[in-house]
């Protein structure tokens, strides 16, 4: 009787050492609900969630200075950039994101995929990263961030501040990254506007990779910004001058009139004159 005692008892005992152990390997549920935490590990198990290594700032920052210190020269010279090269607007992942933005007013940025909006431009990037990363083209894309070296994307964040030191190492290193770009984006063998191109790139960006000092960056200047205030002042002074002309056709006009009226009062009068 006691064997047979013994026996249940450790089968008790396995049983429910069984169930804790399949209790602690399953998700902690909250009102029937997956933690959050453990939801994220699990999907980090199964690669659902993608983790994007990309400053979205300083992408941001290479392809504003692409748009205003290299497009203008590429579209003077009516050169269509290959899908290879990385400055290519399809190989920034953000791209796709950046036109889906809207600046409606100062303190109102709207998202263009659901149309909610924010007061300021990082929340709506926080917005895309937490609503709308599944919109991420992240098979092809690369990181436009990765070229900020050869870009010179410190300098035009740092252009305001004192100027750091040369380290001579990172110099070689973004001018190599640099001439690599040059190569691959404008062969200098496939005509003569992808070498004339290839020159300029050279000029415009590596030969500043330098801590001689020989040369700056960007030296070829940049894409010529309208000034709305300013071509809202000139509006305003054509406007103002046509209606100052026209003021004194007018004024000239009457007293062209007035004068000729005058006249003939004076000539009528002289005949009414008794004999």
Known sequence: MNKIFLRYHRFFVFLLLTRVSLTASLPHTHNGHVDSDTARILNQEHG?????????????????????????????????????????????????QEHHKSHIDIYEWQCGYCKKTFYEEKHLDQHFDNRHSNLLNL???????????????DHDINSGSKKSKCNPAAAARNKHLCETLAD?????????????????????????HSCA????????????????FYIAASVFLVTLLLFYYLYIYLYRRGLKRETQMLKRISQAGRKKKPS
Do not use: M
Not at 70 to 91: A, G
Not at 193 to 203: I, T, V, W
């Open 184 to 208: 691959s984006c404008f062969p200098v063998n496939t005509g003569p506007a992808a070498s004339r191109l290839h020159e300029f790139f050279l000029h415009q960006f590596c030969d500043a």
């Open 48 to 96: 659902d969630v993608h983790r994007i290594h990309c400053s979205r700032e300083r992408s941001r920052i290479a392809w504003k200075i692409i748009q205003e210190y290299l497009t203008p020269v590429v579209e003077k010279e009516k050169y269509n950039i290959s899908r290879t090269c990385r400055l290519h607007p399809e190989n920034d992942i953000y791209r796709d």
């Open 213 to 228: 000092g020989s040369g700056k960056p960007f030296s070829r200047g940049r894409r010529k910004k309208k000034n709305g």
């Open 139 to 153: 098979n092809e894309s690369q990181c436009l961030a990765d070229v900020c070296g050869a870009l010179h994307c």
